[in-house]
């Protein structure tokens, strides 16, 4: 089949190969004009034959709603769009109700693989209507991982990016589990090589995992990470999850606490901890440590 392609960035330029590899043909446009095939919008609904299936893959967010905004204007009625970004699933409704109104149809995917999706596949979280996810179900198949797992039509509209949302969330507690276990075993004296600790760990044991091979690789390449800062940012899944389990009252101690890590990390000093060494001070005559 043919699609449209918008966002060939790291996500959206190896996914054009694996779909093109898989005897479809791909149209794909980026601002960047190195890496684009046409050079606007305008251009990628012309080049496509109707009824048009045009997935977007740019950040979540604004470029999403503004590239949603423009194909609204430019598509026909019967044409699909998909947003295979991480945008947060309460925008979906917005932008399937903003497409639905000129006819066209929206399905919601969650993509997870990363800049190994090329050679291994992507994970596939979809929602939206049957006959809109069957439209695009040749693409869903080039994209997925061989075998029998790796995508699911998780439900209705908002239904992919919540559950890819949820796998973040899962993902922060996962790295942050092993960042944890990592750092105590570098503390202690006895245990003379943390990374080949982890390197056994590979086979055979309950916490094998990719996430746990991506640690090898990283120590692999920087025994005790030296050349890192202990910073680490968020796009906003984590967030989410978060928010969502407090709308649903369902407790995420693990994840919560996961992202609230990362925060501290982006302190050089504490500054909840200046007022718990003072309040220590304070009633206790405990020492502080001063500037
Ligand atoms: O979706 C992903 C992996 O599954 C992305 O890599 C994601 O953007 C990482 O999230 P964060 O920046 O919040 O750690």
Request: proline share 3%.
């Amino acid at each position: 089949m043919e699609l449209g392609l918008v966002g060939l960035g790291k996500m959206g330029g190896n996914m054009r190969e694996r779909i093109r590899r898989a005897g479809h043909t791909v149209i794909g446009y980026d601002r960047n004009p190195d890496l684009a095939d046409v050079h606007s919008l305008r251009e990628l609904v012309d080049s496509l034959q109707a009824p048009r299936v045009v997935w977007v893959m740019v950040p979540a967010g604004a470029a999403t709603q503004s590239t949603v905004d423009e194909l609204a204007e430019l598509l026909s009625p019967g044409d699909i769009v998909v947003d295979g970004g991480n945008s947060r699933w309460t925008d979906d409704e917005k932008h399937a109700a903003e497409l639905e109104a000129k006819g066209i149809g929206f399905v919601d995917c969650g993509v997870s693989g990363g800049v190994w999706g090329l050679e291994n596949g992507y994970a596939l979280m979809y929602g939206g209507d049957e006959k809109n996810v069957a439209a695009v179900q040749p693409v869903f198949d080039a994209l997925k991982p061989e075998g029998d797992f790796g995508a699911v039509h998780a439900g209705k509209v908002g239904a992919g990016h919540f559950a890819k949302m949820v796998h973040n969330g899962i993902e922060y507690a996962m790295m942050q589990a092993y960042a944890e276990g990592w750092e105590l075993l570098e503390k202690v004296d006895s245990v003379t090589d943390v990374r080949e600790v982890f390197r056994s760990w590979q086979e055979g044991t309950v916490i094998r995992s990719w996430l746990l091979d991506l640690a090898v690789n990283a120590l692999d390449e920087d025994e005790h990470l030296d050349q890192l800062k202990g910073f680490a940012q968020d796009s906003g899944e984590g967030r989410w999850t978060v928010e969502a389990a407090i709308d649903n009252a369902v407790p995420l101690p693990a994840i919560t606490a996961s992202l609230f890590a990362r925060f501290a990390s982006r302190q050089d000093d504490s500054p909840q901890m200046k007022m718990i060494a003072a309040l220590r001070n304070q009633f206790g005559g405990h020492a502080v440590e001063k500037k």
